[in-house]
Protein backbone atom coordinates (compact mmCIF):
# COMPACT_ATOMS: atom_id res chain seq x y z
CA UNK A 1 0.00 0.00 0.00
CA UNK A 2 2.06 3.28 -0.50
CA UNK A 3 2.37 5.55 1.82
CA UNK A 4 0.25 7.98 1.44
CA UNK A 5 -2.62 5.51 1.48
CA UNK A 6 -1.63 3.91 4.78
CA UNK A 7 -1.76 7.29 6.56
CA UNK A 8 -5.09 8.14 5.40
CA UNK A 9 -6.59 4.35 6.12
CA UNK A 10 -4.76 5.16 9.84
CA UNK A 11 -6.37 8.31 9.70
CA UNK A 12 -3.41 9.83 10.50
CA UNK A 13 -0.97 12.46 8.07
CA UNK A 14 1.56 11.44 6.03
CA UNK A 15 4.30 12.94 8.51
CA UNK A 16 2.87 10.75 11.32
CA UNK A 17 3.62 7.99 9.29
CA UNK A 18 6.79 8.51 8.51
CA UNK A 19 7.62 9.15 12.10
CA UNK A 20 5.78 5.56 13.22
CA UNK A 21 7.69 3.87 10.44
CA UNK A 22 11.15 5.12 11.68
CA UNK A 23 12.67 4.70 8.45
CA UNK A 24 11.79 4.24 4.53
CA UNK A 25 13.94 2.76 2.07
CA UNK A 26 14.60 5.16 -0.75
CA UNK A 27 13.13 3.90 -4.13
CA UNK A 28 12.08 5.70 -7.60
CA UNK A 29 9.81 7.96 -5.01
CA UNK A 30 11.94 8.49 -2.76
CA UNK A 31 12.91 11.82 -3.19
CA UNK A 32 8.97 12.70 -2.62
CA UNK A 33 9.19 10.90 0.37
CA UNK A 34 12.41 12.94 1.76
CA UNK A 35 10.35 16.17 0.82
CA UNK A 36 7.52 15.00 3.11
CA UNK A 37 9.01 13.52 5.73
CA UNK A 38 11.34 16.44 7.15
CA UNK A 39 12.84 14.15 9.65
CA UNK A 40 14.70 11.52 6.77
CA UNK A 41 17.12 12.61 4.41
CA UNK A 42 20.10 10.92 3.29
CA UNK A 43 23.50 11.30 4.64
CA UNK A 44 26.89 9.90 4.75
CA UNK A 45 29.93 8.86 7.38
CA UNK A 46 33.16 9.31 6.16
CA UNK A 47 35.83 7.85 7.73
CA UNK A 48 39.60 8.24 7.11
CA UNK A 49 43.02 8.38 7.94
CA UNK A 50 45.63 10.98 7.98
CA UNK A 51 48.80 9.95 6.52
CA UNK A 52 52.15 11.63 7.42
CA UNK A 53 54.57 9.81 4.66
CA UNK A 54 53.34 6.25 4.82
CA UNK A 55 52.66 6.57 9.12
CA UNK A 56 49.20 7.32 10.31
CA UNK A 57 49.60 11.27 11.56
CA UNK A 58 47.98 12.35 14.90
CA UNK A 59 46.26 15.13 16.12
CA UNK A 60 45.94 16.88 12.72
CA UNK A 61 43.34 19.10 11.64
CA UNK A 62 40.60 17.66 8.67
CA UNK A 63 38.21 19.98 7.38
CA UNK A 64 35.72 18.56 4.74
CA UNK A 65 33.84 21.81 3.27
CA UNK A 66 32.07 22.98 6.56
CA UNK A 67 33.08 19.70 8.75
CA UNK A 68 35.55 19.97 11.10
CA UNK A 69 37.50 17.32 13.14
CA UNK A 70 41.26 15.95 14.17
CA UNK A 71 42.77 12.69 13.54
CA UNK A 72 42.82 10.13 16.46
CA UNK A 73 46.36 8.92 17.76
CA UNK A 74 46.05 6.14 14.95
CA UNK A 75 45.55 9.06 12.50
CA UNK A 76 42.03 7.95 12.01
CA UNK A 77 39.09 10.70 11.93
CA UNK A 78 35.12 9.99 11.57
CA UNK A 79 32.84 12.74 10.20
CA UNK A 80 29.60 11.96 10.43
CA UNK A 81 25.94 12.93 8.88
CA UNK A 82 27.22 14.62 5.58
CA UNK A 83 25.05 14.95 2.48
CA UNK A 84 26.10 13.46 -0.79
CA UNK A 85 27.88 16.27 -2.71
CA UNK A 86 31.28 17.00 -3.83
CA UNK A 87 33.93 18.82 -1.00
CA UNK A 88 37.45 19.74 -0.49
CA UNK A 89 39.18 17.28 1.92
CA UNK A 90 42.02 19.04 3.55
CA UNK A 91 44.57 17.25 6.52
CA UNK A 92 46.71 20.17 7.87
CA UNK A 93 48.87 21.98 5.70
CA UNK A 94 48.51 19.82 2.65
CA UNK A 95 46.85 21.03 -0.35
CA UNK A 96 42.94 19.84 -0.61
CA UNK A 97 41.47 17.20 -2.52
CA UNK A 98 38.35 16.89 -4.45
CA UNK A 99 36.33 13.67 -2.79
CA UNK A 100 33.08 12.80 -3.63
CA UNK A 101 30.06 11.72 -0.62
CA UNK A 102 27.18 9.41 -1.36
CA UNK A 103 25.35 8.11 0.64
CA UNK A 104 26.33 5.22 3.03
CA UNK A 105 30.10 4.81 4.11
CA UNK A 106 32.71 6.38 2.65
CA UNK A 107 36.07 5.70 2.64
CA UNK A 108 39.10 8.54 2.24
CA UNK A 109 43.17 9.04 2.83
CA UNK A 110 44.76 12.08 3.05
CA UNK A 111 48.48 12.86 3.26
CA UNK A 112 49.48 15.89 5.52
CA UNK A 113 53.03 18.14 5.41
Given amino acids: MPLWLDARARGGTLYETCYRQGSVKL ?58 QTYALKCGNAEAIVVQIRDGVNQVRCQTG
Avoid: H, K, W, Y
Fill in 27 to 84: NRTGLVIALLCPGLSMAGEVVGTVLRGSSPAANVAVSLGQFDTRSDNSGRFLIRNVPP
